[in-house]
């Protein structure tokens, strides 16, 4: 049991490390071209806006999986062979997202580069999806305390993500900038989503 905690301890610290790095390395796309005959100018910046949309977009959505995950592994206590594959299928979704959006920030309007930033938003919805429904059906791989109602939330919450990533994909074969605002409205449900979990549990200890 002692190894099988060390190896979880390693997973989670190799993971923290390396979605440190994917979400530091999205700010190499934030470079504005100018003309070096002339002095900077906030039109120059301003002609920028796909770049800053697509980092800001991007970070946020590294940080929420990144949050998401942490939680999951608050919960498993345990893990195997196929969870570890899991979470390294993961982590090269999370890996790829920087290359994704370095598409999307100079190609903005384009389907094609859409397409393939929803895509790679899609697979790491995928395994992060997998790794809670193959732990969350393990008694053995959670915390023995943990609270049904928990579970049950986190997999709603991770099939509303796939849902919310999904429909975004779809669209970018014909509205990308409207498959970004489907993406970007993930933010808000999600905090909706946590305060009325909150509100529902604090009701039940009344």
Same mark, same amino acid.
């Given at each position: 049991?002692?190894?099988? @905690?060390?190896?979880?301890?390693?997973?989670?610290?190799?993971?923290?490390?390396?979605?440190?790095?994917?979400? *530091?390395?999205?700010?190499?796309?934030?470079?504005?071209?100018?003309?070096?005959?002339?002095?900077?100018?906030?039109?120059?910046?301003?002609?920028?806006?796909?770049?800053?949309?697509?980092?800001?977009?991007?970070?946020?959505?590294?940080?929420?999986?990144?949050?998401?995950?942490?939680?999951?592994?608050?919960?498993?206590?345990?893990?195997?062979?196929?969870?570890?594959?899991?979470?390294?299928?993961?982590?090269?979704?999370?890996?790829?997202?920087?290359?994704? *959006? *370095?598409?999307?920030?100079?190609?903005?309007?384009?389907?094609?580069?859409?397409?393939?930033?929803? *895509? @790679?938003?899609?697979?790491?919805?995928?395994?992060?999806? @997998?790794?809670?429904?193959?732990?969350?059906?393990?008694?053995?791989?959670?915390?023995?305390?943990?609270?049904?109602?928990?579970?049950?939330?986190?997999?709603?919450?991770?099939?509303?993500?796939?849902?919310?990533?999904?429909?975004?994909?779809?669209?970018?074969?014909?509205?990308?900038?409207?498959?970004?605002?489907?993406?970007?409205?993930?933010?808000?449900?999600?905090?909706?989503?946590?305060?009325?979990?909150?509100?529902?549990?604090?009701?039940?200890?009344?």
């Amino acid at each position: 049991m002692k190894e099988k @905690n060390l190896e979880l301890e390693r997973l989670v610290f190799f993971s923290d490390a390396i979605v440190a790095i994917a979400i *530091t390395i999205l700010v190499f796309n934030l470079k504005i071209a100018g003309d070096d005959t002339k002095y900077f100018t906030f039109a120059d910046l301003l002609q920028a806006w796909p770049k800053f949309l697509a980092f800001f977009l991007s970070f946020f959505i590294i940080a929420l999986f990144w949050k998401i995950h942490h939680q999951f592994f608050f919960y498993i206590r345990d893990i195997n062979e196929r969870l570890l594959w899991y979470n390294i299928s993961w982590l090269l979704f999370v890996v790829l997202l920087p290359f994704s *959006t *370095t598409l999307i920030s100079n190609h903005f309007t384009d389907p094609a580069a859409m397409v393939v930033y929803c *895509t @790679n938003v899609v697979l790491i919805n995928v395994f992060q999806n @997998n790794i809670w429904d193959y732990a969350s059906i393990r008694p053995e791989f959670l915390k023995p305390d943990i609270d049904e109602r928990i579970i049950k939330f986190y997999r709603r919450a991770c099939n509303v993500a796939m849902i919310n990533s999904l429909v975004s994909l779809v669209l970018a074969f014909f509205f990308p900038i409207i498959a970004f605002v489907i993406l970007v409205a993930r933010f808000p449900s999600i905090l909706s989503a946590r305060r009325l979990f909150k509100l529902m549990n604090l009701k039940d200890h009344e």
